[in-house]
Antibody
Framework: QVQLMQSGAEVKKPGASVRVSCKAL????????IYWLRQAAGQGPEWMGW????????GYALQFQNRVRMTRNISTSTAYMELGSLRSEDAAVYYC???????????WGQGTLVTVSS | DIQMTQSPSSVSASVGDRVTITCRAS??????LAWYQQKPGKAPKLLIF???SLQSGVPSRFSGTGSGTDFTLTISSLQSEDFATYYC?????????FGQGTRLEI
């Protein structure tokens, strides 16, 4: 079955880092870029950036530029998103998604809840 | 950055009704627009890409129109499973911002 499987919920203290994984199943990982998005409670999704699994090239939204890093492990078909210097405003559900036609997101992970609390 | 504005923010309707949701981009984006449906506790689901192309498996009662800055999503005859929140997303240039959402209620 074609799916993106994300890692489990995380609880982090302010100032810490979090790493979320996203494993591609049922399709060729290298064939599609991966987007990372997040959604705070009661808000719309927020686009964070993209990664090309072949080249490892990335692009980040300006507000995350200095503290986000998107990487991949081709051998395990897994993408990673690491966000540092966490603050309370970073508490959200984080999603990976597959970049499809016209830059839409046709396949989403189930989401990873990140809680930031002292 | 391109800002996306949806209206209305919420709408009440009944099964069988026709509903239209509007999305406006702060600058022209040609047809680089997607629509998503989201139910509580679930990831968004792609409905429409390229402003008017129906994603595989999505019922034909969903349709999208528009180009440039103004776009609409129409549900021709509401079914009970359509009550959810709908988002537009511009896909023309990074960052691919979403609208604030339209909550469709019974």
């Amino acid at each position: 079955q074609v799916q993106l499987m994300q890692s489990g919920a995380e609880v982090k203290k302010p100032g810490a880092s979090v790493r979320v994984s996203c494993k591609a199943l049922g399709y060729t990982f290298n064939d599609y870029d991966i987007y990372w998005l997040r959604q705070a409670a009661g808000q719309g999704p927020e686009w964070m950036g993209w990664m090309n699994p072949n080249s490892g090239n990335t692009g980040y939204a300006l507000q995350f530029q200095n503290r986000v890093r998107m990487t991949r492990n081709i051998s395990t078909s897994t993408a990673y998103m690491e966000l540092g210097s966490l603050r309370s405003e970073d508490a959200a559900v984080y999603y990976c998604a597959r970049r499809a036609r016209y830059n839409s997101c046709d396949l989403w992970g189930q989401g990873t809840l990140v809680t930031v609390s002292s | 950055d391109i800002q996306m504005t949806q209206s209305p923010s919420s709408v009440s309707a009944s099964v069988g009704d026709r509903v239209t949701i509007t999305c406006r981009a702060s600058q022209p984006i040609s047809n680089w627009l997607a629509w998503y449906q989201q139910k509580p506790g679930k990831a968004p689901k792609l409905l429409i890409f390229a402003a008017s192309s129906l994603q595989s498996g999505v019922p034909s009662r969903f349709s999208g129109t528009g180009s440039g800055t103004d776009f609409t999503l129409t549900i021709s005859s509401l079914q009970s499973e359509d009550f959810a929140t709908y988002y537009c997303q511009q896909a023309n240039s990074f960052p691919h911002r979403f609208g604030q959402g339209t909550r469709l209620e019974i």
